[in-house]
């Protein structure tokens, strides 16, 4: 059982995403840019009663996203389900952040998630099943959080366009939007959020959603 692969596995949705897999017997690769995060995490995983290998890497590094990718494979084979959750969030205004800050934030929102995309992906068409679920969010665009907003609007774009390339070949590739800030024990708790991953990867292929998104109150699909 080659099991799941977090990107972003900190504290939050990534940590309770792969708790949600590990609870259901997968064996976790876990990648975060914290070695003292993500071995915390691992151990916590591991007392589940799988296997939990932690790596360290920035998602905007290229480079070291892909080896990390290419040691979890070697550890536990190749992932039938891969969560990108890596995310720069930061309130920020029209014309504030410089032109570095917009593209750092936007190579872990998104470009993260491309590189992780293309390094795995046809991997999984070849075998012809594997889920790849990014953790989206801005429902709605806002002012007060431009580099945010971009970011997301983009996730969007990224997944409809994989979606597109590898869907017909057996591909799940979805997101999930979370309409409000993660917190244990409110409406947005990780731990509920992480239901929602853990449904789009079993879900039969006839009924596949593209997004998820979670709000207030029940989560509702699109």
Do not use: C
């Not at 995060?37 to 009663?49: D, F, K, Q, R, W």
């Not at 360290?56 to 070291?64: G, Y």
């Not at 570095?100 to 075998?127: C, E, Q």
């Amino acid at each position: 059982m080659a099991g799941a692969l977090i990107v972003g596995a900190g504290p939050g949705i990534g940590q309770a995403v792969a708790r949600r897999f590990a609870r259901e017997g997968l064996p976790v690769a876990l990648i975060a840019r914290s070695k003292e995060t993500v071995e915390s995490a691992a151990e916590a995983i591991g007392s589940l009663g799988v296997r939990a290998v932690p790596l360290t890497a920035d998602a905007a590094d290229d480079t070291a996203l892909r080896a990390a990718l290419d040691t979890a494979a070697g550890e536990l084979g190749e992932p039938d389900v891969v969560v990108y959750n890596a995310a720069v969030i930061r309130p920020d205004a029209v014309g504030e952040l410089p032109l570095r800050d917009h593209a750092h934030t936007y190579a872990v929102n998104v470009l993260g998630a491309l590189t992780a995309a293309a390094h795995i992906l046809p991997g999984m068409a070849r075998r012809g099943r594997g889920t790849f679920v990014v953790t989206g969010g801005m429902p709605e665009m806002k002012p007060q959080y431009v580099s945010l907003s971009l970011g997301k609007a983009g996730v969007r774009a990224l997944v409809e366009l994989l979606d597109t390339e590898y869907g017909t070949s057996g591909v799940h590739v979805a997101t999930v939007t979370v309409g409000g800030v993660v917190a244990p024990g409110t409406a947005y708790d990780p731990d509920d959020i992480a239901e929602h991953y853990w449904r789009l990867h079993t879900q039969p292929h006839g009924q596949w959603e593209r997004e998820v998104l979670h709000r207030a109150g029940p989560g509702e699909a699109r």
